[in-house]
């Protein structure tokens, strides 16, 4: 099992001690370090920095939003990424959600496969500089002709040769049209509130995208990297407690009632009627109680805590199930080494798919 780490996105300010950390979980053995965005801090800038110090590990985004960057300026990023770390950046990709992009970012949020499949499409025309880049789809047209222009638009390729052709792109997704289009495009699955028990059910979703005429991947050379918290602890009843407030937010206030991607992932779990009463107590402003309504079994179906021992049996259990990296937040390089002694020695395998 290869280990991610995750750095997130930054709340008020910049996280104290993140290129401690980052360091940390080279000298542990971590494959890969990871930075999110939502509507704060980039998801490129802190990977260039604090990879900066770096050798070895992959920095990847997971994910960097759709609607933040134009195809074209998205593969600019990674392009540049790639270079200043001598050929280790992926590139995680995600469509959030309507309220950040129609919010936020002030475009449409429909049509979300459709506009990742033109998404990463571009990008790679631009990665591969074969032919100045053109698209005749209707969300991200080039050259543009639309209502505004000039009409002296010109096709071009990047004056900057990327590094790699096949800089890896990875997906972030969660329903099962989504997760299979994934698996025909993409290099990766970043996998958000996997569980193991559902395994088979994503691996053939996964599959159903491959057999497409035309897939990227087979299943051999497909990186499926799941978000998991990992503890290492002797008292697992502190830390559920802990997790079960962060399930309440994401369960009972990401997205708006009834499009609330994340509730849609535990509903396929067979949590349907706890998400239904968790939404109903965090929109009434009653977080206490939503947090108290999530499952035991919820939270162990999806985070790996407990001793050494347990631990090593769940990571086991994951990686029998279809996972090829687990991506996990630590708060210390405390943390950061019991993972990572718990998981076992590191592949130091860098990814090139």
């Known amino acids: 099992m290869r280990l991610g780490l995750q750095l997130g996105y930054w709340g008020a300010g910049p996280p104290t001690g993140a290129a401690e950390l980052v360091l940390a ?61 001598g050929g280790r950046a992926v590139l995680g990709l995600g469509v959030s959600g309507p309220q950040v992009v129609e919010g936020w970012y002030g475009g449409p949020f429909g049509r979300p496969l459709a506009r990742t499949r033109e998404y990463v499409s571009i990008v790679r025309q631009v990665l591969a500089r074969e032919a100045p880049v053109r698209n005749d789809g209707p969300h991200y047209p080039l050259p543009y002709t639309g209502p505004g222009a000039v009409g002296l638009g010109k096709p071009l390729r990047p004056i900057t040769h990327p590094l790699r052709a096949d800089l890896p792109i990875w997906l972030g997704a969660e329903g099962p049209r989504n997760v299979a289009m994934t698996g ?44 998991c918290s990992v ?94 990296m687990l991506i996990v937040g630590c708060p210390d390089a405390e943390r950061l080494t019991a993972v990572a002694d718990a998981v076992g020695p590191a592949s130091h395998h860098l990814v090139s798919e």
Request: include cysteine; hydrophobic fraction near 45%.
């Open 25 to 85: 979980a080279e000298r542990a053995g971590f494959d890969a370090v990871f930075a999110a965005e939502s509507w704060g801090s980039d998801a490129f800038t802190p990977l260039a920095w604090w990879g900066s110090r770096t050798e070895r590990v992959l920095l990847g985004t997971s994910v960097a939003q759709l609607s933040a960057r134009t195809p074209t300026s998205c593969a600019m990023h990674a392009l540049t990424l790639d270079h200043l770390s």
């Open 184 to 227: 025909e495009i993409a290099d990766g699955w970043l996998a958000i509130y996997y569980s193991p028990r559902l395994g088979p059910m994503y691996q053939q979703w996964l599959a159903d995208g491959m057999a497409r005429p035309g897939a990227r991947r087979r299943r051999a050379e497909f990186t499926v990297a799941a978000s």
């Open 231 to 324: 503890v290492v602890t002797d008292d697992p009843a502190a830390v559920v407690a802990g997790l079960k407030q962060t399930m309440a937010l994401y369960l009972g206030g990401m997205g708006a009632p009834g499009q609330n991607f994340h509730a849609d992932v535990f509903s396929r779990m067979g949590y349907a009627e706890a998400v239904a009463e968790i939404g109903a107590h965090f929109q009434a402003g009653r977080r206490a109680e939503a947090a108290a309504a999530v499952p035991d079994e919820l939270i162990a179906d999806t985070a790996i805590i407990g001793t050494a021992d347990q631990v090593r049996a769940g990571v086991a259990r994951w990686e029998a199930s279809g996972v090829d």
